[in-house]
Every structure is written in C-alpha cells, then in structure tokens.
T-cell receptor, first 109, second 113 residues
C-alpha cells in the first residue's frame, strides 16, 4: 500500500462547479497536512495547511479526519485558473513530507 | 517567489555519467529536502538535510547522495546515471519545526540518454 493515495482523476468540471478531492495516508504519526498545487511543468506551491480538523481559505476548504487517516480538499465556484494538479502531502515521522501522486483538475468554460 | 534557487535548470547526460545538482535555500531555512518527480507522478522523497546532517532518506539507492553546507545550501549527486533517472529534481527548503511548509525551487530537469 502506498503511503499516500489520492483520487487519480482527471476531474473535468465546468466553471462554477464544486469539486472534492480525497486523500488517505498510512502513517498515523503524521502531524501536519498540506495541499500543494502544481501547474504543468512547474514546481509545487503550497495551497493550504491543515493542522487540526480543517481549514478554509476563500473558495478552498480542507478537512482532516485523523481517525480515518483521510484528508479532503473542496473547491467551490471553480475557475478556469484552478486547472492544475493537486498534491496531498502529509508530514510524518522525522519531519518528512510525503506526496501523493496528485489529482488533475481541468475546469472548462 | 520562494527564494529557493536551483541550478542547472536543464541538463542532458548519458548513461553511466555523474551529475551534481545545486540548491540555495530560502534565507533563514535550515532544512533542505530533495525530491524526484517523474512525468505524471508525484514528487518522490529522496532525502532531507537539517543543519548539514542527513535526517531522513527515501527508497533511493546509495548512488543518490547529498550534502548540505554551513550556509544551508545543498547538493544532490547521482552516480552511474540510468535512463530511469530522467526526471524533474526538486529542492525544497523549510524552517523545520512543527509547521513544515515546503518552499520549492523551480527544479532541475535531467534527461539521461
């Protein structure tokens, strides 16, 4: 089993749609959780951090369920500019951050 | 941007050669992590350096090695290059501690022929 598993996607949604991505992690020692956004052939950039049960930043909401070792990312009112790959990244023992394979999102006009 | 710089940005090598990739971390960051990202995959953790000591390693063979210098810049060395080493190599710096957000450089794209 992989340490971090994400919905493989791709997700194809129209502008204005709400879309949710799921992520599960196997390391129960993980303390911090992150969502990164990666545009094509670019470096990942931090989208959101999650330290407790959840976090909200504008159109983006992340939720954490430690008991189920599950993290989600919800994007409301999708924009064309949201088209990217979203990487789930728990930070576990030894302060290592491990990334999932990513979920690709395409937002269409 | 992030203040993390990597060099070179692109390079082409042949099988069996050796390569050194360099990273300057963001000012004030004492931790550097290196990742390998193959096309269509997520970043794979290679290793991490904290105050010049390796303090974590992923599932990579010993021909992947690294260094961190007193100014917290870092090098990734790969010996005996193989075709499968072709990838984007990402360096990320962080301030360590509990929070641990990573700040990535733009990466070094390595092609092995």
């Amino acid at each position: 089993r992989k340490e971090v598993e994400q919905d493989p996607g791709p997700f194809n949604v129209p502008e204005g749609a709400t879309v949710a991505f799921n992520c599960t992690y196997s390391n129960s020692a993980s303390q911090s959780f992150f969502w990164y956004r990666q545009d094509c052939r670019k470096e990942p950039k931090l989208l959101m951090s999650v330290y407790s049960s959840g976090n909200e930043d504008g159109r983006f909401t992340a939720q954490l369920n430690r008991a189920s070792q599950y993290i989600s990312l919800l994007i409301r009112d999708s924009k064309l500019s949201d088209s990217a790959t979203y990487l789930c990244a728990p930070r576990g023992g030894g302060f290592k951050t491990i990334f999932g394979a990513g979920t690709r999102l395409f937002v269409k006009a | 941007e992030t203040g993390v710089t990597q060099s070179p940005t692109h390079l082409i090598k042949t099988r069996g050669q050796q390569v050194t990739l360099r990273c300057s971390s963001q000012s004030g960051h004492n931790t550097v992590s290196w990742y390998q990202q193959a096309l269509g995959q997520g970043p794979q953790f290679i290793f991490q350096y904290y105050r010049e000591e390796e303090n974590g390693r992923g599932n990579f063979p010993p021909r992947f090695s690294g260094l961190q210098f007193p100014n917290y810049s870092s090098e990734l060395n790969v010996n005996a290059l193989e075709l499968d080493d072709s990838a984007l190599y990402l360096c990320a710096s962080s301030g360590g501690g509990y929070t641990g957000e990573l700040f990535f450089g733009e990466g070094s794209r390595l092609t092995v022929l």
